[in-house]
């Protein structure tokens, strides 16, 4: 069992910054890497960023520039630093952990999701 916990989000003016973090716990051996989604409405699921358990790190060309996400190893927490925010950032953020547990290889994990709106 494995539990993502998010926190974060919430309403913006554009131009401004949100911070989103993650928490993984549960039967989670090793993290090979995490990260975040968003899906805005009548879009698909998109990545926005990861990070792999070598500090390797993706984003999505939009976000790249203003978005930074980081990892805190020891706790299996993933931060996103979101700033400049534009109203086409608006979307519901889902973090995902991809992972092994103590039994092998596992299917990543999503958590539930948290909604970010930038507007006047």
């Known amino acids: 069992q494995v539990q993502l916990v998010e926190s974060g989000g919430g309403l913006v003016q554009p131009g401004g910054s949100l911070r989103l973090s993650c928490a993984a716990s549960?039967?989670?051996?090793?993290?090979?890497?995490m990260g975040w989604y968003r899906q805005a409405p009548g879009k698909q699921r998109e990545l926005v960023a990861l990070i792999t358990e070598r500090d390797t790190t993706n984003y999505a060309d939009s976000v790249k520039g203003r978005f930074t996400i980081a990892r805190e190893n020891a706790k299996n927490t993933v931060s996103l630093q979101m700033n400049s925010l534009k109203p086409e950032d608006t979307a519901v953020y889902y973090c995902?952990?991809?992972?092994?547990?103590?039994?092998?290889?596992?299917?990543?994990?999503w958590g539930q999701g948290t909604q970010v709106t930038v507007s006047s």
């Open positions: 549960g039967n989670i051996f090793r993290v090979n890497a």
């Open positions: 995902y952990v991809d992972y092994f547990a103590t039994f092998g290889p596992a299917p990543v994990y």
